[in-house]
């Protein structure tokens, strides 16, 4: 007969500490220095010491990321993770990093992320990528002119064909991540706009206008994930991650079952339950938002209104930080920096809202002046190919 192995109880995990490298307009750093500057700051954040990272996650830079970045922080994990599936990595690699953590296989887990998109182009390091390559299951694709915005744009049509979506509604969307940066001060652009400004913009797919499309920016960020025997020390109170999802749905458009359908249907019903919380219960929301048909139909797929009905959700300000379901409370990608893959920057923003840290003008409250108690972030990659969700929860 065999041994009988007795289950290892898993530990509650929390962030310890979050925070923001140089953001906007940075000419004058490496992507490296970026990454270490919000590690140096997260770490600061947290009130921790550096020997306590066993586990570390990185995507996006160098041959053998993260091992590169790894050395040039000078850390030696004995936990890595280097999942890049776009936009969601982050999400997906905080997922991951919280199962480790949780079944003792790491105690302190450093997301970093960091890049001069914005820099690299102005100098002629770069040129913007229309497309993420023409191999595989590309091919079929990128040489007819299918662009990344193109299969975007070709989605939110379909939802305005399918349900009556309007233009006026999605703008209404790059309105209200506007009016939310407004009280941002790291954010890249403050200056309110309208509905009829951002309809009357040069046209870059349709039906999406410049301001439906995210900005350009330089940046980055760093999340510190810890196990629960180790807040005691933690400079600041916890934030826990309560339950997270993820979910890949396709790469080639003919395989996309539904365009008004995104994989956040699946990864945020996974998180939810694994959270042991409703849609309903949520005090706000950080989405991936490269455009704003991404804000809309991830509102819809994760629950926050029926399939559909997304364009009457975010009218009358409901967006807002006021508002009854406040969402991208920086700014976003929209108006406060975008400089690649963003998610990590969703968590950041949720743990500051949490925390009471977001600053007047800009913080959530609920009823009586209270602290918000539930967050979730969502992060998009690809052309809706992958989706993570997180829950975040207070107390």
Not at 291 to 296: E, K, N, V
């Amino acid at each position: 007969m065999p041994s009988v192995i007795s289950a290892t109880p898993r530990r509650r995990v929390a962030v310890a500490g979050v925070s923001l490298s140089d953001c906007g307009k940075v000419d004058d750093a490496t992507p490296y220095a970026l990454h270490a500057q919000a590690a140096r700051r997260a770490l600061a954040d947290s009130g921790l010491s550096r020997d306590l990272i066993d586990g570390f996650g990185s995507a996006g830079l160098g041959t053998l990321a993260p091992v590169e970045v790894a050395e040039y922080l000078g850390l030696k994990p004995t936990w890595v993770d280097s999942t890049s599936v776009g936009g969601s990595t982050w999400e997906v690699m905080a997922a991951h990093a919280a199962d480790a953590i949780a079944a003792g296989h790491a105690n302190a887990v450093l997301l970093v992320y960091g890049s001069t998109a914005r820099a690299d182009i102005r100098a002629k390091r770069r040129t913007s990528n229309l497309s993420f390559g023409a191999r595989g299951p590309l091919q079929f694709e990128v040489p007819y002119g299918h662009s990344l915005i193109a299969k975007y744009a070709m989605a939110a049509r379909r939802h305005m064909h399918e349900y009556g979506t309007t233009l006026e509604q999605l703008a209404s969307v790059a309105v209200q991540a506007r009016a939310n940066a407004a009280h941002n001060p790291d954010a890249m652009y403050r200056t309110p706009i309208t509905v009829d400004e951002v309809l009357a913009g040069p046209m870059i797919a349709d039906p999406f206008t410049k301001l439906h499309c995210c900005i350009r920016s330089d940046g980055g960020c760093a999340v510190l994930l810890v196990a629960e025997e180790y807040v005691p020390d933690c400079a600041k109170a916890p934030v826990w991650i309560l339950g997270a999802g993820e979910h890949v749905s396709h790469t080639t458009m003919s395989e996309w079952d539904d365009f008004t359908v995104s994989p956040a249907a699946v990864s945020g019903r996974l998180a939810f339950e694994r959270a042991g919380v409703r849609p309903a219960e949520i005090d706000l929301a950080e989405i991936y938002d490269a455009f704003t048909y991404m804000t809309l139909v991830t509102l819809e797929d994760l629950g926050f209104c029926a399939k559909g009905e997304g364009g009457a959700f975010v009218e009358e300000g409901r967006l807002l930080h006021d508002g009854d379901l406040p969402v991208n409370t920086d700014g976003g990608g929209l108006s406060a920096c975008h400089p690649g893959m963003r998610g990590l920057f969703l968590l950041v923003e949720a743990v500051r809202q949490l925390r009471g840290e977001a600053g007047e003008g800009r913080q959530v409250h609920k009823a009586g002046g209270r602290l918000p108690e539930l967050a979730v972030a969502s992060g998009t990659g690809g052309w809706f190919c992958s989706s993570g969700t997180v829950v975040l929860g207070r107390g």
